[in-house]
Nanobody
Framework: QVQLVESGGGLVQAGGSLRLSCAAS????????MGWYRQAPGKQRELVAA???????NYDDSVKGRFTISRDNAKNTVYLQMNSLKPEDTAVYYC????????????WGQGTQVTVSS
């Protein structure tokens, strides 16, 4: 069973920064892709940033230039550095791990709240 444990959320003023961490219970090389999603109240969960096992990255247009996804393979940990935060970034952020294969599995963390005040 895969466990993903997020940390690093909190309350920050607009323009501030936070770094989210996601510690996986197994090697990151076990997964085809690691990603961060977020879900704001009344909205669908959306992909914010993702990184493949080959370290290719992609970002939602709303966070390009402000957020950076990275990984530390030795620590089995993925990070999301969030700079220049805006009130519209307020959401619960979830770590996601996707397995290899045609019928891939998605694993989720418990979520961490990020609140950006104006």
């Amino acid at each position: 069973q895969v466990q993903l444990v997020e940390s690093g959320g909190g309350l920050v003023q607009a323009g501030g920064s936070l770094r989210l961490s996601c510690a996986a219970s197994k090697s990151l090389f076990s997964f085809a892709r690691m990603g961060w999603y977020r879900q704001a109240p009344g909205k669908q969960r959306e992909l914010v940033a993702a990184m493949t096992s080959g370290t290719n990255t992609n970002y939602d247009d709303s966070v390009k230039g402000r957020f950076t996804i990275s990984r530390d393979n030795a620590k089995n940990t993925v990070y999301l550095q969030m700079n220049s935060l805006k009130p519209e970034d307020t959401a619960v952020y979830y770590c996601n791990a996707r397995s290899f294969g045609y019928f891939s599995n998605d694993y989720w963390g418990q979520g961490t709240q990020v609140t950006v005040s104006s």
